[in-house]
């Protein structure tokens, strides 16, 4: 995929070479974890927009009040209100009065779980979120081969609904998660047979009448067992020949009650292994049989780390400094986008990890402005012996040529850090930098600048100057969506 979009396109299914949309940068806030101000927590039967200047573009519905069970809580009786609330807040937010998205207005992805009592096929694990067994309706069990009517009418129902508001459902949801953490059993307890076979008839539902939507496999987590459930899900999807767009781990960053750094997680986290099964099917999953082709990645949930300890889903000021904690953030886009793939991060209580922070929301608001219509090389740390410092080539939306370069290195004087992590030599033809707070620096190539764990853009003044990145004329370009 080598043609360029639009900043407002939507996901695309190929590898390679497109920028960056702003639906890269996604966010939910659940109402189970409200934050002060809210940011679409429904708990309070409205929608409250994220504080500025945090502003994603793309929310995520999942602890949303807009589980299968709540949305039907008796079998063809359905109450939206909280998904109409989120939807009609947003278009009311942009001035969208025809019914559609406008004005960059935010997309959503929704998010299916919670089997509603009435059609569970057990009510062990039952709760507030419903029920993670199969459908009742599911013949047989093991594999419901020929499929759910109960969730087939829910689908259908949803996807073909006009809120309250005025607006259609099927043009401000382009994204589908076909179910949440199916490897988990808090909510899903069937095999990988029965889910698959819930679901791939209602993948053709959707794409019959959602134009240009994008659906992302059950998403994972690293629950018991995670692996042998992924892989027998994607042996139905090859010998089925029948696949969902996007590749869905939740990578939190946790380590036992901290969390790691984005990049001590891509090195130690799980996050090694659910890349492998993506791109190493044939290894991974032997032996199960057929071709597998890799998938682009969304982590349509993630956070500093799990709800566990007593930051949840906030970076740990107690063993990071807040300039690290903010750096984190858009290191990670920066990683994940650039070298794995990640065509959109969607944080988990995001306004509670990021917006409510003003040092954290402003460098997000600030990456998210030089990121997006432009295009990212791979990142690398091969540029100083200590392998503490990371540059990402970029092209920007004007065509600036342009690189993000930080250090891991709190001080000097950190584990396995010197002065020279901290310093930076000016690659010729670029003249300038931009910090996440905004503020433009002027340079003079050959010059030695102090860089930090939050990084910065280096860039050309005018398109079309002659630029040195590491050695090279011209960026080689990589993924980002």
């Given at each position: 995929?080598?043609?360029?979009?639009l900043i407002s396109a939507l996901f695309l299914t190929?590898?390679?070479?497109?920028?960056?949309?702003?639906?890269?940068?996604?966010?939910?806030?659940?109402?189970?974890?409200?934050?002060?101000?809210?940011?679409?927590?429904?708990?309070?039967?409205?929608?409250?927009?994220?504080?500025?200047?945090?502003?994603?573009?793309?929310?995520?519905?999942?602890?949303?009040?807009?589980?299968?069970?709540?949305?039907?809580?008796?079998?063809?009786?359905?109450?939206?209100?909280?998904?109409?609330?989120?939807?009609?807040?947003?278009?009311?937010?942009?001035?969208?009065?025809?019914?559609?998205?406008?004005?960059?207005?935010?997309?959503?992805?929704?998010?299916?779980?919670?089997?509603?009592?009435?059609?569970?096929?057990?009510?062990?694990?039952?709760?507030?979120?419903?029920?993670?067994?199969?459908?009742?309706?599911?013949?047989?069990?093991?594999?419901?081969?020929?499929?759910?009517?109960?969730?087939?009418?829910?689908?259908?129902?949803?996807?073909?609904?006009?809120?309250?508001?005025?607006?259609?459902?099927?043009?401000?949801?382009?994204?589908?998660?076909?179910?949440?953490?199916?490897t988990n059993s808090s909510y899903w307890t069937g095999?990988?047979?029965?889910?698959?076979?819930?679901?791939?008839?209602?993948?053709?539902?959707?794409?019959?009448?959602?134009?240009?939507?994008?659906?992302?496999?059950?998403?994972?987590?690293?629950?018991?067992?995670?692996?042998?459930?992924?892989?027998?899900?994607?042996?139905?999807?090859?010998?089925?020949?029948?696949?969902?767009?996007?590749?869905?781990?939740?990578?939190?960053?946790?380590?036992?009650?901290?969390?790691?750094?984005?990049?001590?997680?891509?090195?130690?986290?799980?996050?090694?292994?659910?890349?492998?099964?993506?791109?190493?099917?044939?290894?991974?999953?032997?032996?199960?049989?057929?071709?597998?082709?890799?998938?682009?990645?969304?982590?349509?949930?993630?956070?500093?780390?799990?709800?566990?300890?007593?930051?949840?889903?906030?970076?740990?000021?107690?063993?990071?400094?807040?300039?690290?904690?903010?750096?984190?953030?858009?290191?990670?886009?920066?990683?994940?986008?650039?070298?794995?793939?990640?065509?959109?991060?969607?944080?988990?209580?995001?306004?509670?990890?990021?917006?409510?922070?003003?040092?954290?929301?402003?460098?997000?608001?600030?990456?998210?402005?030089?990121?997006?219509?432009?295009?990212?090389?791979?990142?690398?740390?091969?540029?100083?012996?200590?392998?503490?410092?990371?540059?990402?080539?970029?092209?920007?939306?004007?065509?600036?040529?342009?690189?993000?370069?930080?250090?891991?290195?709190?001080?000097?004087?950190?584990?396995?850090?010197?002065?020279?992590?901290?310093?930076?030599?000016?690659?010729?033809?670029?003249?300038?930098?931009?910090?996440?707070?905004?503020?433009?620096?002027?340079?003079?190539?050959?010059?030695?600048?102090?860089?930090?764990?939050?990084?910065?853009?280096?860039?050309?003044?005018?398109?079309?100057?002659?630029?040195?990145?590491?050695?090279?004329?011209?960026?080689?370009?990589?993924?980002?969506?």
């Open positions: 995929m080598r043609r360029r979009l190929a590898f390679a070479h497109a920028q960056i949309a702003s639906s890269a940068f996604g966010g939910q806030c659940p109402n189970n974890t409200p934050p002060p101000g809210g940011y679409g927590c429904n708990s309070s039967g409205t929608y409250v927009p994220p504080p500025s200047p945090y502003a994603p573009g793309l929310i995520r519905m999942w602890d949303t009040g807009t589980y299968w069970s709540v949305l039907e809580p008796s079998n063809g009786t359905f109450s939206f209100h909280d998904l109409d609330e989120y939807i009609d807040g947003v278009a009311s937010q942009f001035g969208c009065t025809h019914g559609v998205p406008c004005n960059g207005a935010p997309l959503f992805l929704f998010t299916f779980g919670g089997v509603p009592s009435w059609i569970a096929s057990s009510s062990t694990g039952c709760g507030t979120k419903g029920c993670p067994a199969p459908p009742s309706d599911c013949t047989p069990l093991s594999t419901c081969a020929s499929g759910s009517a109960a969730f087939h009418n829910f689908v259908t129902t949803l996807i073909g609904r006009t809120t309250a508001g005025g607006n259609s459902v099927a043009a401000w949801i382009k994204f589908f998660e076909m179910w949440n953490e199916a095999t990988a047979n029965a889910l698959y076979g819930m679901v791939q008839p209602e993948e053709v539902t959707i794409r019959s009448n959602v134009s240009g939507v994008k659906l992302l496999d059950p998403s994972i987590t690293n629950s018991s067992g995670f692996q042998t459930f992924q892989c027998a899900y994607m042996a139905n999807e090859v010998a089925n020949n029948y696949f969902g767009d996007y590749f869905d781990p939740h990578p939190y960053w946790t380590n036992g009650t901290s969390n790691r750094t984005p990049e001590q997680e891509i090195v130690n986290g799980t996050f090694t292994t659910w890349i492998s099964i993506n791109a190493n099917y044939s290894t991974a999953c032997s032996p199960n049989p057929g071709t597998w082709t890799p998938l682009p990645l969304v982590f349509s949930e993630f956070s500093f780390q799990s709800g566990a300890g007593s930051t949840p889903y906030q970076c740990d000021l107690t063993k990071y400094t807040a300039a690290d904690c903010a750096g984190m953030i858009v290191r990670w886009q920066l990683l994940t986008m650039a070298n794995y793939n990640v065509v959109s991060d969607v944080w988990y209580s995001g306004v509670k990890g990021i917006g409510i922070t003003p040092l954290y929301a402003t460098a997000y608001y600030y990456s998210q402005q030089y990121l997006t219509g432009g295009t990212l090389g791979t990142c690398a740390n091969t540029t100083n012996v200590s392998g503490n410092v990371w540059i990402c080539p970029f092209t920007e939306s004007g065509g600036k040529v342009a690189e993000f370069v930080w250090t891991v290195c709190e001080t000097a004087s950190s584990s396995g850090c010197s002065s020279a992590d901290l310093s930076y030599t000016v690659p010729s033809g670029l003249t300038r930098y931009k910090n996440l707070a905004g503020g433009v620096i002027g340079v003079t190539p050959g010059s030695n600048v102090t860089i930090s764990v939050e990084p910065v853009m280096f860039e050309q003044i005018n398109p079309g100057v002659g630029a040195q990145i590491n050695g090279k004329a011209q960026i080689r370009d990589a993924q980002i969506l």
